[in-house]
């Protein structure tokens, strides 16, 4: 594994609410589903604005020697689920040990992907609630 995920979204986290009844986050966008494109791509946007707030915080935090790790910090949304990857495959293996750390080589963990989205979570998880609540208003 070259690449470090971390998922962003708390949607794992929550108990969607519509016309009074619980249901989980696959349910949820499968009801979604039943309504249409617009109703996915509100979904999307929810993800991607939690994305952009953790991912302003990783790059404050990831530590710079050349910028080259600090330039493969990217996010992406999708209905499902926001992630943020740092590293590549070819170019910069190293994130993985940078994150995590590597006793054999005394790396020493630096766990900025974390720590960004620790430092956000409250953040993101209050304004993706909100953004659920008007989808469900709207659509459900």
Partial sequence: RRQTDVPVTPAAELVFFANGKAMS???FRKELEAVGDEANDDLKKANLEGVEQVLAEAL???PVRSGKLKATIKGSASKVRGTIRAGT???TIYAWPIHFGWAARNITPNPFLYEALDARRDEVKEAYET???EIIDKYL
Avoid: E, L, M
């Fill in 25 to 27: 986050g696959a349910k």
């Fill in 60 to 62: 404050r935090r990831v």
């Fill in 131 to 133: 953004q659920i609540a």
């Fill in 89 to 91: 495959k070819t170019k």
